[in-house]
């Protein structure tokens, strides 16, 4: 073996050192910090290995508790608040059944803020050392989901294994792992001294939130690491030749790469001509796009007509407010959980797909809007909660200058107008994990600081 390579192993395996006896120290002054890590890498994994985590983190913490470590802040408060109001939907549900399933899964939005409220509290360091570990996780899990997309283009010769929910499975969803990678890909982004390593992790990462081919999230990438380039008073020379290469990679990577291309592409040819084919769905018969005016305004739409995301989410906000006009649920929504039979029902008045052998149809979809989904399930109060809570977290984000919690707090808001993330488990824990752990002792980060 050459020097050099004895010199990288070397220095590898100083590095994991460290980072073990780091790890065990701060464990050692903050019981739960271990298990608050392991709750969050947890989230990909099945839904009982998550709970178990979270479970964990929950008892060490209740363990850990002191009398003077109680401390009421209003930032987690709000969380509890929407719980509760979620909870209490189960009096005028009209699914009693299904609202009974789902308040056990958005449970994470009580138990995590009354955690951080009862529990040790985290210094900036602490804070920053979490972050840390998270973003390497979750590089892991990207090298992990690359190697094995790899190995089964290898067995099977369908490249579409590298491309959105076939990467990670729809299980764990595409377009939640862009999330979970994003805000990994801005901590190593943001750092004031980057190794190599830390650059070839920067692109690895970029590549693969742009393999999972959520345009919203690559949108707002993008946008974010202009931000941090123009405006963020860290960046330096050396960031601004970061951030050209990665804009190249993100723009090299959509223009050849004909099944993401496609996916933008449909967006704005469904919308300069309607009644476009689409061609994505084989010689088994003439599929034509949706537009955005047609999803709005038609109404009754054939069995052949394909709904592009944009459009798909302008028909589900507009039957949405013909739910508002036709049912008393303005107050009090459907309940948690229960707007699904009002969904399928709006399918068949407007005679959307309704499925077939090989695909589901699109009355069985929710509504791909958290603040939609949350209104329609709880009425305006906890449409208001929602944006309560991303509001607090947008002002305490500019407020602390963290540049990943800024990425946090505009990437939920924009994730949250075309997905319903707090519909899975998996979203309501990394919601509420993150945002108790940035919005938690904020006065705290200023004397830290000082």
């Given at each position: 073996?050459?020097?050099?390579?004895?010199?990288?192993?070397?220095?590898?395996?100083?590095?994991?050192?460290?980072?073990?006896?780091?790890?065990?120290?701060?464990?050692?002054?903050?019981?739960?910090?271990?298990f608050f890590i392991l709750a969050v890498l947890s989230i990909p994994m099945p839904y009982a290995v998550n709970g178990i985590a979270v479970g964990l983190f929950a008892l060490v913490t209740v363990i850990s508790c002191k009398k003077s470590n109680i401390r009421i802040e209003r930032s987690l408060v709000f969380p509890i608040l929407l719980y509760l109001l979620m909870a209490l939907s189960l009096v005028w549900s009209h699914d009693r059944e299904a609202t009974t399933r789902a308040i056990s899964k958005v449970?994470?939005?009580?138990?995590?803020?009354?955690?951080?409220?009862?529990?040790p509290k985290y210094s900036l360091n602490q804070k920053r050392k979490i972050m840390m570990f998270y973003s390497y996780g979750i590089l892991l899990y990207c090298i992990f989901y690359l190697l094995k997309a790899?190995?089964?283009?290898?067995?099977?010769?369908?490249?579409?294994?590298?491309?959105?929910?076939?990467?990670?499975?729809?299980?764990?969803?595409?377009?939640?792992?862009?999330?979970?990678?994003?805000l990994a890909f801005f901590w190593f982004f943001t750092k004031n001294t980057k190794r190599l390593a830390d650059k070839l992790a920067m692109f690895l990462m970029a590549t693969f939130i742009v393999l999972l081919s959520s345009k919203n999230?690559?949108?707002?990438?993008?946008?974010?690491?202009?931000?941090?380039?123009?405006?963020?008073?860290?960046?330096?020379?050396?960031?601004?030749?970061?951030?050209?290469?990665?804009?190249?990679?993100?723009?090299?990577?959509?223009?050849?790469?004909?099944?993401?291309?496609?996916?933008?592409l449909v967006e704005f040819r469904s919308n300069q001509q309607e009644g476009t084919l689409n061609t994505d769905f084989g010689p088994q018969g003439q599929v034509y796009n949706v537009s955005i005016?047609?999803?709005?305004?038609?109404?009754?739409f054939q069995q052949n007509e394909y709904f592009p995301g944009a459009a798909f989410r302008v028909y589900q906000f507009r039957i949405f407010t013909e739910m508002l006009a036709e049912d008393p649920i303005f107050?009090?929504?459907?309940?948690?959980?229960?707007?699904?039979?009002?969904?399928?029902?709006?399918?068949?008045?407007?005679?959307?797909?309704?499925?077939?052998?090989?695909?589901?149809?699109?009355?069985?979809?929710?509504?791909?809007?958290?603040?939609?989904?949350?209104?329609?399930?709880?009425?305006?109060?906890?449409?208001?909660?929602?944006?309560?809570?991303?509001?607090?977290?947008?002002?305490?984000?500019?407020?602390?200058k963290d540049f990943v919690h800024i990425s946090f707090?505009?990437?939920?808001?924009?994730?949250?107008?075309?997905?319903?993330?707090?519909?899975?488990?998996?979203?309501?824990?990394?919601?509420?994990?993150?945002?108790?752990?940035?919005?938690?002792?904020?006065?705290?980060?200023?004397?830290?600081?000082?």
């Open positions: 073996m050459t020097s050099t390579g004895k010199k990288s192993m070397a220095n590898t395996s100083n590095y994991s050192t460290n980072a073990f006896q780091e790890l065990k120290n701060e464990t050692k002054r903050n019981p739960p910090f271990l449970l994470p939005l009580l138990v995590l803020p009354v955690c951080f409220i009862i529990g790899l190995v089964t283009y290898f067995r099977t010769q369908d490249f579409s294994v590298f491309f959105y929910h076939n990467l990670v499975t729809e299980d764990v969803n595409a377009i939640h792992v862009s999330i979970y990678a994003a999230v690559i949108f707002v990438l993008v946008l974010l690491i202009i931000f941090y380039e123009i405006f963020y008073y860290k960046a330096t020379q050396n960031i601004k030749w970061i951030t050209l290469g990665l804009l190249v990679l993100l723009s090299a990577t959509m223009l050849f790469s004909g099944k993401i291309r496609d996916r933008f005016k047609q999803a709005w305004e038609k109404e009754h107050f009090t929504g459907y309940g948690l959980n229960a707007t699904d039979f009002r969904i399928e029902q709006k399918g068949l008045e407007h005679t959307i797909f309704s499925g077939n052998a090989e695909n589901e149809g699109y009355q069985k979809k929710n509504f791909h809007n958290q603040y939609v989904q949350l209104f329609a399930e709880t009425g305006v109060f906890g449409f208001l909660l929602l944006l309560v809570i991303v509001f607090l977290n947008l002002k305490n984000a500019f407020k602390t707090a505009i990437l939920m808001i924009s994730l949250f107008l075309t997905e319903s993330f707090l519909a899975r488990q998996r979203g309501v824990v990394f919601f509420a994990a993150i945002y108790c752990l940035f919005n938690s002792g904020i006065a705290m980060k200023f004397r830290d600081k000082e």
